[in-house]
């Protein structure tokens, strides 16, 4: 688990100044009326963090927890476009922080305990390294770098 907890590290360190550099109309933007903008695909992670916190801790004490999430819904529900940049970036970097004292925190035994999420069960090691494909792959969205494919 070491490597992605440092891997997840890495990613919080680099690409929240990064986050931090592009300004509200950047975050306006979305490329088509059906598409989220830049800030939702921010909330969207925002989104992700909490419901990932909730698989790391939750998986620990139930056997193999469903959590699931309606993540078109959240998003809608949240309002994210009518929330500070700065504020939504912040949240982003603190939930993530958190998921890694999470992540530090879990025993080897816990690593390999099950969680279900749409129907397919895996271990808490796998979400993690999965947490963090995800989030690479929003974040290049987000910063308009090379696609990283994610199968999700």
Not at 28 to 44: A, Q, T
């Amino acid at each position: 688990m070491q490597p992605t907890i440092d891997y997840l590290e890495k990613l919080i360190r680099i690409y929240s100044k990064r986050l931090e550099a592009l300004n509200d109309e950047t975050y306006d933007w979305r490329p088509s009326p059906e598409k989220w903008s830049k800030r939702e695909i921010l909330g969207h992670l925002v989104d992700s963090a909490q419901n990932n916190i909730r698989r790391f801790v939750v998986a620990q004490y139930e056997d193999k927890p469903s959590i699931a999430y309606s993540q078109d819904d959240w998003v809608r529900v949240t309002g994210y476009n009518s929330y500070p940049t700065r504020d939504l970036i912040m949240l982003w970097t603190l939930l993530n922080k958190h998921v890694v004292i999470i992540l530090t925190n879990m025993s080897p035994e816990a690593t390999q305990r099950q969680c279900s999420m749409g129907g397919q069960s895996q271990t808490l090691a796998w979400v993690a390294a999965d947490y963090c494909n995800h989030l690479l792959h929003h974040l290049h969205q987000i910063l308009d770098l090379e696609p990283m494919a994610y199968a999700g």
